[in-house]
């Protein structure tokens, strides 16, 4: 269980993730975790730096899902503000959502990369389904309870594997 949810990678942010190295890691879409990840928590602002990395992402050819836990009047927001396509509720990491995006676009579990700040969600999800993942470090500390508690048991499992 614990091996499962070690992370491919470790990162501040997702703008500083490469995406011509993943490009040529045959990874073609990514799954992108929104709270924490690309915005505040409870904001529904994306910095320029991270719109612009997701924006470069676009343009080289990678197919966007944004995928959160939160509300699905939320996510709408975001989804809508920024046109990116994007799930709410999306349950991760139980299989459904990532079931189903496979299933629409047609690509290898291996070829999508999960992109999140939480292992017992984000990366965990990707683990089960088999995808590629990349931890973030949250933007902001600020978080509902679920996430406080995961994340103290996220920090005792780092701990644990010495990262
Ligand atoms: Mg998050």
Redesign the pocket.
Known sequence: MIKKIRPDRLVKAVEVIDLTQLKQSGIRALII?????LTP?HKDVISDSKLEWLKQASAQGFLLLLL??NRIGRTKVITENYGIQGYGFACKPFSSYYKKFLKSSGYLPKEVCCI???LL??ILGAKLNGMASIYVE?ISPRDIIF?RFSRWLEKRLMTRKGY
Do not use: V
């Open positions: 975790d929104i709270d924490n990840t928590h959160s836990n999140g700040d939480q969600t984000d949250p996430s």
